[in-house]
């Protein structure tokens, strides 16, 4: 089966702490796409990253890093020096090949971050 | 450019009552989604469709009836609302398929509440 598991749900920081969210997925397949998206309190989902399976190579954009491991099946999302505009619902994702599955995003549940000033 | 657009913003229905949610896109994508969002369970797939003219069934359809009869639009259907649906609704479109990684815009969402 495919699921994709964030077991934290809330987490409170103070700003400046650095924040790790954890991501863990289950496929048996090879190809497959990772995404996180953020839910700010307006509302609207915002895509944040995509990364394909046969590319392990963790990447930073600003104050935000993503380590993804397919050893422990595992793509979570750090954010460093958080501050207050940080705090949303974040999202992980799993897409699969649309021949078998459909075209279809197997969403997690999603994390709650709340960053204290 | 406005992007994913949603109408209307919130909705109150009472049980049995019909309505019809529309979505529209102006980026000339060819997949649209309908999500809805409950409390601790994420996002979950109603339906979905590939190109004008075409739907398909999702995660959750029971309830839901879809149609895209213009590319730019995908409406979503409720014959007979029940409290179960009360719920956030997003829509969303991608150039191209999902399991190729192409990224999903989404729209504002609506809220439904049925009594």
């Known amino acids: 089966a495919q699921k994709v598991t964030q077991a934290q749900t809330e987490i409170s920081v103070v700003e400046k702490e650095d924040v790790t969210l954890d991501c863990v997925y289950e496929?048996?397949?090879?190809?497959?796409?990772l995404f996180w998206y953020k839910q700010p309190p307006s509302g609207e989902l915002v895509f944040l990253i995509r990364r394909n399976s046969f590319d392990e190579q963790n990447e930073i954009s600003g104050r935000y890093s993503w380590n993804f491991q397919k050893s422990t099946s595992s793509f979570n999302f750090t954010i460093t020096a958080s501050q207050v505009v940080d705090s949303a619902v974040y999202f992980c994702?799993?897409?699969?090949?649309?021949?078998?599955?459909?075209?279809?995003?197997?969403f997690g549940a999603g994390t709650i971050l709340r960053v204290k000033s | 450019n406005a992007g994913v657009t949603q109408t209307p913003k919130f909705r109150v229905l009472k049980t049995g009552q019909s309505m019809t949610l529309l979505c529209a896109q102006d980026m000339n994508h060819e997949y649209m989604y309908w999500y809805r969002q409950d409390p601790g369970m994420g996002l979950r797939l109603i339906h979905y469709s590939v190109g004008e003219g075409t739907t398909a069934k999702g995660e959750v359809p029971d309830g839901y009836n879809v149609s895209r009869l213009k590319k730019q639009n995908f409406l979503l259907g409720l014959e007979s609302a029940a409290p179960s649906q009360t719920s956030v609704y997003f829509c969303?479109?991608?150039?191209?398929?999902?399991?190729?990684?192409?990224?999903?815009?989404f729209g504002p969402g609506t809220r439904l509440t049925v009594l």
């Open positions: 969303a479109s991608a150039q191209g398929s999902l399991g190729k990684g192409d990224e999903q815009f």
């Open positions: 994702a799993l897409s699969l090949p649309e021949m078998e599955y459909g075209n279809k995003l197997v």
């Open positions: 496929t048996r397949d090879t190809t497959y796409y």
